[in-house]
Each structure stands twice: as C-alpha cells, then as structure tokens.
C-alpha cells in the first residue's frame, strides 16, 4: 500500500482551497466615482463599477460616447470609492465652474 507524504497531502489541500477561493477573489471589483463635465459645463458624479480604479476613466468615457455621442460629456477624474478626497477643494471647484 501507497501512503502520501504529510507535505504532499498540504500542498494538494492547499491547491484545493485556492481553486475554492479564487473564484470569490475574481469577482472582487471596486467601485470608481467620477466626476462627468456635462455640456452645460456643470459637474456630475457618475459611479461605475470595474476591476481596477485605474481604468475607470478611460471605461466611463467610452461609455458616455457610445451612450450618447456628440453631446460632449467628458470625464475629468475619477477616484476609487474607498478613497478620501477633500471637501473643501471639492466646494471650491464647484464654485469656479462657469454656469
């Protein structure tokens, strides 16, 4: 009779919990704020939800001009939703928006 080295045994449980686990890991996406300069010139915070922050500019932009193209919305920025940005230069931005 065949018996498994203890080492062996871990390595294949612990393959075994990742196959488990990394499907839960794969659907992890974040959610992105951005702030869409309408053609009007006001602000508006458009949330979108993608695997990584980073993309999320250049993924609402696409968005918007498929959405509705020629009405020229454009991204300007967007931030992730767990991260902490400034009220204040938020208020003063508004402010200097032209109307």
Same mark, same amino acid.
């Given at each position: ?37 309408? #053609?009007? &010139?006001?602000? $508006?915070?458009?949330?979108?939800? !993608? ?7 250049? =993924?609402?932009? +696409?968005?918007?001009?498929?959405? #509705?193209? &020629?009405?020229? $919305?454009?991204?300007?920025?967007? !931030? ?7 009220? =204040?230069?938020? +208020? ?8």
């Amino acid at each position: 009779m065949q018996t498994m080295k203890p080492v062996a045994g871990l390595a294949g449980l612990g393959l075994c919990l990742l196959g488990l686990l990394s499907p839960a890991l794969a659907d992890e996406r974040e959610m992105a704020k951005c702030a869409v300069r309408q #053609a009007d &010139g006001t602000l $508006r915070i458009r949330w979108i939800e !993608i695997d990584e922050v980073r993309e999320a500019q250049r =993924a609402l932009q +696409r968005f918007l001009d498929q959405e #509705a193209p &020629g009405e020229g $919305r454009q991204v300007e920025r967007c !931030i992730g939703a767990r991260q902490i940005f400034s009220s =204040a230069q938020a +208020r003063a931005a508004e402010r200097s928006t032209p109307r």
